[in-house]
Every structure is written in C-alpha cells, then in structure tokens.
C-alpha cells in the first residue's frame, strides 16, 4: 500500500503514535492541541487490550508501588491460597529473574518513598485532567468522583497497610481512617466482616474504561488526528533516526514516533537503546451486568488485593497478578477466584453469570512507567510500562510527551522515569 511522505514544517512535527490503548490515545490528543499532524497506529481496535478492562481508578492518591518493603515475605502465602492474588508460570520463571532482582532491589523504604513521590506526580492530577478531556470529547458523564475505600477483615491485615498509608498522607494528603459503623454507612453492600479501612475522598473512578479510550480516539479524529489499523513489526532507522516504522501493510513513511504499545513495546523499545525489564503481569476481571445489588462506590479488599467498582455494565471484580507469557492461554480458574472474593466482600451480590477478561499490565519492577526520549534517539519518545496505573496516569504521560515534542520544559520532574535508569 502506498503512504503518504513525511512534509516537515517548522516547529510542528508529524509524530506517529504506536498504540491506540489510553496512554496513546491521551498522547495523541495533547500532541494535536500543541499543534502537530499525529498518527496512530494499532493492529486492532483504540482500547480493545488492556485498557479495556482495568477497575477504571482514577486516583491521586494512587501512589503506592508494589514493590514495599514487606511484600516479599507475604509472596509464600499469595502464591499457594487459591484465591491469593499472585501467580508466576514456573517455566517462565527463568527470562523473568532480572525482572524480580530488580523488583527485589526496589523492595525498601528509601526506594518506595521515591516511588510514591514521582507516581504522585503522575497521577495527582489525574482526576482534574480527565475532567477536562471528558468534557472536551462530550463525554463528562463517564467520571465519577465519590472517593475510595479500602477495607480488612484483620487487624493484622490493616496493621499491614500502615507503611502505605503513611506514604499517602506524606504525598498525597487526606487519608480518612474509617471503623465499621463509618464503613457501612459509606458502602453499606459491603459484608459486616469487614471492620477497619480507610477512605479516600480525593479518589474518583470511570464508569466504562474502554468507552473512554473510545470517546477520546473519536475527539481526536474529529480533531483531524488519524487512526491507521495496521501490525508494526519494527522501526527503520537510518543511523539512530526512525524513517518508518515496518508493518504488516508495507512500510510507513515516519519523522518522530511515540512508542506507547503498552506491554507489547519492548522489541520496538530494545531497537532505540531501552534495556528495561517489562513483565508480562496478567490481570482478570469478572463484570456482573445483573448483581441484583447497588454499590455507590469503589472498594478495594486490602488483604485480597481486589477492587470492586460500579461500572455502567454492571459491578467490575479485578484484580490479580499473574506472571506469564503475553500469549499463553487464559487461566480462568482465576475468574472464578475473584467472583468468590467479590461474594465475600458483598454477599448479596448474585455471581452466578459474569463476563470475564484477562489483559496484560506492560510492569517495570519499580512501578514506574518508561516516559521520556529514546537514549538512541531523540526523534524516538517511549510512553509506556504504566503497570497497575495506566489509566490514571495516561494524562500526565502525555502532557510530558508533548513538552518535550515542543522542547519544553516537562512540567513535572521526569528523572525518575528515564528510560535508562536499569542500565
Ligand atoms: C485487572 C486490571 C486492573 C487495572 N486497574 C487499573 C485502574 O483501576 N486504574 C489504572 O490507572 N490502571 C489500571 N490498570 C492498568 C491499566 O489498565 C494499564 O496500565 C493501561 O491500560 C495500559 O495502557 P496502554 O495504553 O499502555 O496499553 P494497552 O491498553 O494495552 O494499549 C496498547 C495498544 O498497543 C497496540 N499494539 C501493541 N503492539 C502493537 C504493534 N506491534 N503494532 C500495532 N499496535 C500494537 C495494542 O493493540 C493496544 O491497543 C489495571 C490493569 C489490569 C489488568
């Protein structure tokens, strides 16, 4: 097929954006208002992987990565409870070992108040920029902001979030401790078990994730931004400048690139000098269309490590860790471990028909996204390795991809998501 040549004007840039997930579709929209012709490129449908089916959190106080320093001693327990939140494919165990030594390194105090800190300066303002970008695509509905709660059956359970907690009050501000009666007024579907949590009413959520990437890939076409479907098998660099990217529709003429194909980027990522370890890690939802209940808010199980959220479809149960290969069949034993959860967190909630899914967090051992410029390149620019956090953290993404198109200063400090910074 014959594509356009690249035209270069001064001070706009033709950029292609690989990845029509949230983190590039909020690129594309920030790129087009500075002013640049953007292009993006999937093999499939804007948000059909795993920003389709995430538990839609939209939190500033959504600081806390996963690497603490007690979660290694709690992986025994995780890994053999049937309904614990963590599975690793053994044979896969092998390619993942730099993966987990970084991980294990990032595993202290000093390294998770770091990390809190730049997820902080992420995802603070993620409530207030899809206010915005929701009202501009016509869609201020799909937002909500009626706070979190974080519930535990234990005290040792809830002893063992304090670390966390700590963090939050320390970088992101109010954490409302909350007992039982404070609880069951906030959420009163929620099982009596649950006596101790906290709440957190900076947090808000969306009521349809997927539809959200579709609202803002249509704002963004309506803005003259195009989508091209197409299956991108590498770039074409001539010296460390990308000329076009190679796709199963021939090759595609290209001046800058956005890499942001969310756990699929490492070989495009590897090809412009980026070593950082990516895992797979798997995640699961089951989404309840008729649960014969009303939640008025989300709820995440801190010993289950689980979020409930009320979702235009119906009640979303997600949740899971699982270390496998992108490809490898679906394990849907672990679909019926969360529908079990969301029973004992809400035990009127009718379980027995469910939709589910399984999609693919793009994690980096320190929790922390890869955003910045290609070390090999600096027509190349790297957006992806979101984890947990993508959804809340795609605005904040973008608007530093797009200062630094423009040669801005990026309005937030952006050392701490170098591309280099495991090498
Ligand atoms: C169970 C679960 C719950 C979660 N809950 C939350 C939450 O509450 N809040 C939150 O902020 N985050 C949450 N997340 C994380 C969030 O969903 C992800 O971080 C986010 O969706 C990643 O977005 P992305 O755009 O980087 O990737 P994706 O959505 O996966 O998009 C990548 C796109 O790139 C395309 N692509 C890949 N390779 C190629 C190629 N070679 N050529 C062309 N196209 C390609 C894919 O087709 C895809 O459309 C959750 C994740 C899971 C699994």
Redesign the pocket.
């Known amino acids: 097929m014959a594509w356009r040549t690249v035209t270069k004007t001064t001070g706009k840039h033709e950029i292609t954006i690989?990845?029509?997930?949230?983190?590039?579709i909020a690129t594309a929209i920030y790129l087009q208002r500075d002013g640049h012709r953007v292009v993006v490129?999937?093999?499939?449908d804007p948000g059909?992987?795993?920003?389709y089916?995430?538990?839609?959190?939209i939190a500033p106080s959504s600081i806390i990565p996963m690497a603490l320093p007690g979660t290694l001693k709690n992986v025994p327990k995780w890994i053999t409870d049937p309904l614990g939140p963590l599975t690793v494919s053994w044979r896969q165990i092998p390619s993942l070992l730099p993966w987990f030594w970084h991980f294990r390194n990032a595993c202290t105090k000093e390294a998770a108040s770091r990390g809190a800190r730049a997820l902080r300066s992420l995802n603070g303002p993620s409530l207030e920029s899809y206010r915005a970008l929701l009202a501009s695509a016509g869609a201020p509905d799909l937002l909500r902001h009626d706070g979190m709660l974080h519930v535990y059956r234990t005290e040792a359970g809830f002893a063992g979030s304090a670390f966390a907690r700590q963090l939050r009050t320390d970088y992101a501000g109010e954490v409302e401790i909350v007992d039982a009666a404070r609880i069951h007024d906030l959420e009163p579907a929620l099982a009596s078990a649950y006596r101790l949590g906290f709440f957190l009413r900076d947090n808000g959520h969306v009521r349809s994730p997927l539809r959200v990437v579709q609202v803002l890939a249509r704002h963004f076409t309506d803005g003259g931004g195009t989508l091209v479907r197409?299956?991108?098998e590498g770039l074409k660099l001539d010296g460390d400048a990308p000329v076009a990217l190679r796709t199963d529709r021939g090759d595609m003429p290209v001046d800058r690139v956005v890499i942001?194909?969310?756990?699929?980027s490492q070989p495009l990522a590897k090809q412009v000098g980026v070593r950082a370890p990516l895992a797979h890690e798997r995640?699961?939802?089951v989404e309840i269309a008729d649960p014969g209940i009303d939640m008025r808010l989300p709820v995440t199980d801190g010993e289950g490590k689980f979020?409930a959220t009320p979702m235009e479809g119906g009640i979303r149960i997600?949740?899971t860790s699982e270390f496998s290969r992108a490809d490898a069949p679906a394990n849907w034993a672990r679909t019926q471990a969360l529908a079990k959860l969301g029973a004992r967190l809400l035990p009127d909630l009718k379980v027995d028909r469910y939709e589910q899914w399984m999609?693919t967090?793009?994690s980096i051992p320190d929790s922390l996204p890869i955003v910045g410029r290609a070390p090999r390149s600096d027509r190349v620019y790297l957006a992806?390795g979101?984890?947990?956090?993508?959804?809340?953290?795609a605005p904040a993404t973008g608007q530093v991809i797009s200062d630094l198109v423009a040669g801005r200063a990026p309005r937030i400090d952006i050392a701490p998501f170098r591309p280099d910074r495991f090498t």
Do not use: E, Q
């Open positions: 690989i990845g029509a997930g949230i983190v590039g490129v999937d093999k499939g059909r992987a795993t920003s089916g995430n538990a839609g959190s197409a299956t991108v942001s194909a969310g756990a699929w995640g699961y939802h979020v997600a949740g999609g967090r793009p992806y979101h984890g947990h956090f993508g959804l809340m953290a």
